[in-house]
């Protein structure tokens, strides 16, 4: 993120409640140092790993702090997993994501606009 560029994802964590994150089973830190923290993990099968709390009817990532739709922050922004970190939101580079829409939908939040990337008054500035 640019500084001073908005991030509507600072407001929302739909996505992060609703679809299960599962990865590699090497991207976590006792395969891989500075990884996904392995006791933040539960494994899926021979293969991948999940992120706990994401692996079940109401799934919420263990790793998502604050409230979804209010205020939200990854709580291991810098060592998540792939499908976290490939994960784009709606309009973030100028593409629309229905699975970012399909999120916020459950969680009764609207679709990103594409310019609520840069509206100033829309979202917090994180600190």
Sequence with gaps: ???GEMNPCLTCGACCAYFRASFYWAEADDATPGGVPEHMTQKLNEFRRVMKGTNQVKPRCI???GEIGQGVYCS???KRSTVCRD???SW??????ENCDKARA???LPPIKPEEWN?????????
């Design 87 to 89: 994960f784009e939101p």
């Design 92 to 97: 973030e580079h100028g593409t629309h994501n």
């Design 76 to 78: 291991i922004y810098e």
């Design 106 to 108: 459950a969680w009764g």
């Design 119 to 127: 509206a100033p008054d829309t979202f917090p500035q994180a600190a």
């Design 63 to 65: 790793a998502l702090m």
């Design 1 to 3: 993120m640019i500084m």
